[in-house]
């Protein structure tokens, strides 16, 4: 099963806005860890961007969740891209 890396690029104030719609957020990505989907998740420093890192079959499994994403369907993520990853070392990677 492939990995996969979602950048979400974030609006200004992201923090300030987020609280709104955070517990909700939080819960999608928790059913998606016990899932075992989602492997990483958090912002990167200065948050602007976050990074989220997935073990799924496809793109298309990251997407749908981005598309129930309450972040990016009330516009605190202004894009988001979805990018597979060779993982070489860590993982199930081979050196």
Given at each position: ?95
């Amino acid at each position: 099963m492939p990995y996969f890396a979602l950048f979400y690029d974030l609006v200004d104030s992201f923090v300030e806005r987020r609280q709104p719609y955070r517990s909700e957020h939080l819960a999608l990505l928790d059913q998606a860890q016990r899932d075992g989907r989602l492997l990483l998740a958090g912002p990167l420093k200065p948050v602007d961007t976050a990074l989220l890192v997935f073990r799924a079959d496809s793109a298309s499994d990251i997407e749908q969740l981005v598309a129930r994403d309450p972040y990016v369907t009330n516009g605190l993520v202004k894009s988001w891209q979805v990018r597979e990853w060779t993982v070489v070392i860590g993982g199930d990677g081979v050196r």
